[in-house]
Antibody, heavy 120, light 110 residues
Framework: QLQLQESGPGLVRPSETLSLTCTVS??????????WGWIRQPPGKGLEWIAT???????YYTPSLKSRVTISVDTSKNQLSLKLSSVTASDTAVYYC????????????WGKGTTVTVSS | QTVVTQEPSFSVSPGGTVTLTCGLS?????????PSWYQQTPGQAARTLIY???TRSSGVPDRFSGSILGNKAALTITGAQADDESDYYC??????????FGGGTRLTVL
């Protein structure tokens, strides 16, 4: 059964870099028929797509975060990663990783999410 | 900047029918945007309901259906149940590797 498990520090200081990892089990991150991505949800707010990557390394970013975000895959570890630099309190959110269908362009499997708080 | 619009809130009576919509600030929503719909209850990850406009995800009851109504994507719940009370999000694929979420609709069943 496919499972996605996010991990990372629960607390990040302002101006530092947030680093998250998503471990994929039950599927290969080198799948030809899926993308992998990150979505976040600030407290009390809606969902926001952040970034998506194909196993080849082709990456796509939401315009508002593009200058601060890097998404990557480690095929040897079957992991997806997200780095968000120069964080502020507005980056406080639950961060979800997800698998996206390559042909129908939707999120078909979600992780449970990890909470990240930006505070000094 | 692309804005995907949804009703902020909606209410439906148990057993009733409700249609939530998903619009686009700069265009009409069509199947080429591959509209998908997600249900989220507080504190939980989202659950995929509908993809590719009108295809139900595995295990989703047939009281949930998707369509294009006029210039918007639509999610219709027929025979609403108490546990349908959730937040509902649409997502549009804009092409070139870009996805955009709508702001979400909070559905109350009462």
């Amino acid at each position: 059964q496919l499972q996605l498990q996010e991990s990372g520090p629960g607390l990040v200081r302002p101006s530092e870099t947030l680093s998250l990892t998503c471990t994929v089990s039950g599927d290969s991150i080198s799948s030809l028929t899926h993308y992998w991505g990150w979505i976040r949800q600030p407290p009390g707010k809606g969902l926001e797509w952040i970034a998506t990557i194909y196993y080849t390394g082709s990456a796509y970013y939401t315009p508002s975060l593009k200058s601060r975000v890097t998404i990557s895959v480690d095929t040897s570890k079957n992991q997806l990663s997200l780095k968000l630099s120069s964080v502020t309190a507005s980056d406080t959110a639950v961060y979800y990783c997800a698998r996206l269908d390559f042909y129908s362009y939707y999120m078909d499997v979600w992780g449970k999410g990890t909470t990240v708080t930006v505070s000094s | 900047q692309t804005v995907v619009t949804q009703e902020p809130s909606f209410s439906v009576s148990p057993g009733g029918t409700v249609t939530l919509t998903c619009g686009l600030s700069s265009d009409s929503v069509s199947t080429r945007y591959f509209p998908s719909w997600y249900q989220q209850t507080p504190g939980q990850a989202a659950r995929t309901l509908i993809y590719n406009t009108n295809t139900r995800s595995s295990g989703v009851p047939d009281r949930f259906s998707g369509s294009i109504l006029g210039n918007k994507a639509a999610l219709t719940i027929t025979g609403a149940q108490a546990d349908d009370e959730s937040d509902y999000y649409c997502v549009l694929y804009m092409g070139s590797g870009i996805w955009v979420f709508g702001g979400g609709t909070r559905l109350t069943v009462l």
